[in-house]
Structure formats: C-alpha cells, structure tokens
C-alpha cells in the first residue's frame, strides 16, 4: 500500500479518537429544585451518608441554587441562574392582575400582545414560557397548596395552573401547563382556561453528543448521561443505590447520581412521543424516577413519563419504576484506578489530543473532529471498528509526532484535507 495512504489512514485514527474528553462552556444551565431536606420512604429524615440508606437524593447534590433579582421596583424579575426575566403580577385589575386566566390562544394573542405592545419594562419580546422555563422555577421545598415558588421574588402569584408555549407532541390541540399549587408538569386542551406569566430572553435547547463509552452528553446543560436504561426497574430507594453504585461500563466515572426533577425533565423532548426522548437515549415507554420528593407526602418521588410526552408527576417510592444515571461532566476525568471499557474495546484512551498539538488547545477543529466521531462513526458498526483500530495504532502515532517535527508537519496538511473532506 501506498505510504501515504498508510499515514492518512494512520492520521485519521489518531486525531478522530485522540481525546475523548469534551471541552465546553455549559450554555443553558439547570436550576436546582430547591429542595433542602432528606427523606426515607415516608418521612423526613437527618440527610444520610455516602454508603447509607437513601443516600444520593437530591438535597444531598445541590447546584446552581435558586437566585432572582428584582428589576425596575419589583415590576419583573430576573433569575439569575438561566438569565430569563420574568414578568410579576399585580392585584389591581390591569392585564397583569393575578386572577386573570386566558385559554391558550388569548395568553398569545390578547395577553402577551398586549405586554409587547405596551413596550411593558422597556420591552417588547415578551412571550410564553416553555413547560421546562416554567417548571424551572418550581420550589421542590414548598408544601401545598403552594404557590410553590419564592413569593418574594413572584409576588401575587397565585397556586393554581399556569400556561406554557409548549404544544402536546399528541395533537396540535393540546398544550403543557404547570401547577403551581404543589408542582404538576401536565397537559390538557387550549380552550380550558389557566393563569399567565410572562417570560423573556433566550430558549434553551439540547445539544447531544454521543460517547463511545455509553454515554451520552448535554454540552448545553453539562450533564452526562447513561445512554441504557438501567436493567430492571426499581423502587425509589433502589433507584439511589443503583446510581451511587454505578461505575463501568459508563466511562469508568464513579459518580453517578439519581437525576433531580429539573435534571430529568431537561432530557424531555417534547416534540416527540412514545417515548419522549431523544433517539440517543435507549429509553422505555414508562416512567423514571427522579431523585426529588413531593414535599407534602414524603412517600411519593417525582417521575417523569417518558411513554406519555414527558409528564411529571409523584408516585408512591415503594413502586417500581424506570431509572438513567447521570453525572455532571466539568467533575474531570474518571478515575484511573479503574478500567475504562469502551463500546468495542478494553484499553484506555490516550490522555494527549494529537489535534491540540497541530492547531491549540480545544480548537474548533478538534471540537469538529470530535464531534464527527461521537454523532457519526459512533453510531455505526464500521465506525465503532475505526475506534477500536485507534486504540491499537495511537500509541505509535503519539511517539511519532513527538519525536518527528517533519512527520507532524506531514500529519497537518492531511488532516486540513480530512476536515474539508468531512465538510464535504
């Protein structure tokens, strides 16, 4: 064979596979729930400890807590977590009072046109807040009847149901709204009449990436998840112990996590149904336990129901339901004292990123490069062998490059070609 054929084959596997960590700026991050207590499966409980029972639940990994500043003498809000402002209600009959309720249509087109025509705060981008951004701001801690989120920075809020922009994936008729009298995420037609809030900036989206390692990652929310269903399913507390115990094959990280509600309800998709996820998830029609309580009746857990458009509601933590790992992926790498096992092979990534070398540290070709290889070799028996040649082949290419500035040179303008080729 051609030698250089022999070294653009060779430079394909070094630099698609070279690193498999990704580098990224988490674009949309995840409100904490607010929850700060611990519970068994009927009472509240002193938080356990690593290795006890009910250990890994949500008040035991909290995260971007809840934040909020008033604007403009407290006529909005502005949660300091997503970035979103948030319109507050009044209780002096204007189109902003509290107790006026709209079918879906006129929350858009009297409601919301109204604000923006009004140039309400200085704006006029107001809109509906989709069911993730509504739910977002649910206090998991607040008892029922609620309302379940901080009335200090939502003053006049009233506990009932609230619109959102998302329209059911089962028909162009329904549409998803939140209760906040105790935190229901459910859907029913646009003619019933709910309660309004007001929203503006920018949505959030998902942005997946698919691991050789069975994994997957959000590099919009900074989350790592189990690609499989976990085996089985489980109560609430096996559910806990199953993630706290988790460590290969998923990338050879030893903390994993029951993902809170909001943390689950991110993988959602609600544009698709049966099941309501993306198709990098391997996901069961059914539900999944999150690691959140329902406050006021601590033997039940929140769930997702990813067979149904992706409801959340609680269920009695005795029952036996469905489970995802997840992790936060800025933790750093796995832990080396354990083996890494890959999608076809047993040895370890290569720790050095050829492609930093050639063009600098978390370049956009290395991004690139990555990206093809997770969303498009992966995904694909005869790319999952090209990631296994890698491994046998890149320790020689590493010293190579190393060693022969001419060689590296060599490798560079090959790899320029590749990348056009892949654009291409």
């Not at 729930?33 to 519970?39: A, D, E, L, N, S």
């Not at 790592?224 to 115990?245: N, R």
């Not at 309800?265 to 996820?277: K, L």
Request: some cysteine; aromatic content about 14%.
């Amino acid at each position: 064979m051609d030698k250089k054929i022999n070294l653009f084959l060779l430079v394909i596997f070094f630099v698609l596979f070279s690193s498999s960590t990704l580098v990224f700026a988490v674009d949309c991050p995840i409100p904490d729930t607010g929850q700060t207590r611990c519970y068994d499966d009927s009472k509240e409980i002193t938080c356990p400890s690593p290795g006890e029972d009910f250990y890994g639940q949500d008040a035991q990994y909290a995260s971007n807590l809840h934040s909020y500043t008033l604007l403009s003498g407290g006529i909005m809000v502005q949660d300091n977590v997503t970035g979103l402002v948030w319109e507050n209600k009044t209780d002096d009959g204007s189109v902003r009072d509290r107790d006026n309720i709209y079918n879906w249509d006129d929350a858009q087109s009297v409601f919301i046109a109204t604000l923006n025509s009004q140039n309400f705060g200085g704006y006029s981008d107001w809109r509906l807040p989709t069911v993730k951004e509504l739910s977002a701001i649910v206090d998991s801690n607040i008892l029922y009847p609620g309302p379940v989120v901080n009335t200090d920075c939502f003053p006049n809020t009233v506990s009932g149901s609230y619109w959102s922009s998302t329209i059911s994936a089962y028909g162009p008729d329904d549409a998803w709204y939140v209760y906040l009298s105790y935190g229901l995420v459910y859907y029913g037609g646009k003619s019933y009449y709910h309660y309004v809030r007001a929203v503006r900036g920018g949505q959030s989206s998902n942005n997946y990436v698919l691991n050789v390692d069975g994994t997957v990652t959000d590099t919009a929310t900074g989350l790592m998840w189990q690609k499989e269903t976990a085996p089985g399913a489980y109560t609430w507390q096996e559910a806990l112990a199953y993630c706290e115990d988790l460590i290969l094959p998923f990338g050879g990280y030893s903390d994993w996590r029951l993902p809170s509600r909001n943390e689950l309800q991110s993988i959602v998709d609600y544009v698709r149904q049966s099941p309501s996820t993306h198709p990098f998830f391997n996901t069961v029609l059914s539900n999944y336990w999150s690691s959140t309580t329902h406050t006021d009746a601590p033997s039940y857990a929140w769930f997702a129901g990813f067979g149904y458009g992706g409801y959340m509601d609680a269920y009695a933590k005795s029952g036996s339901y469905y489970v995802r790992a997840v992790r936060t992926a800025q933790n750093g790498p796995p832990d080396t004292s354990t083996t890494i096992t890959a999608a076809t092979t047993t040895a370890p990534p290569i720790a050095d990123c050829s492609s930093e070398k050639i063009y600098g540290e978390h370049s956009e070709q290395t991004e690139y490069l990555r990206y093809f290889r997770d969303n498009v070799l992966s995904t694909t028996p005869e790319g999952q062998e090209l990631i296994r040649l890698y491994y046998e082949l890149s320790p020689t290419i590493v010293r190579m490059m190393e060693v022969d500035e001419e060689f590296k040179t060599q490798v560079k303008e090959i790899v320029d070609r590749v990348l056009l080729l892949i654009g291409e």
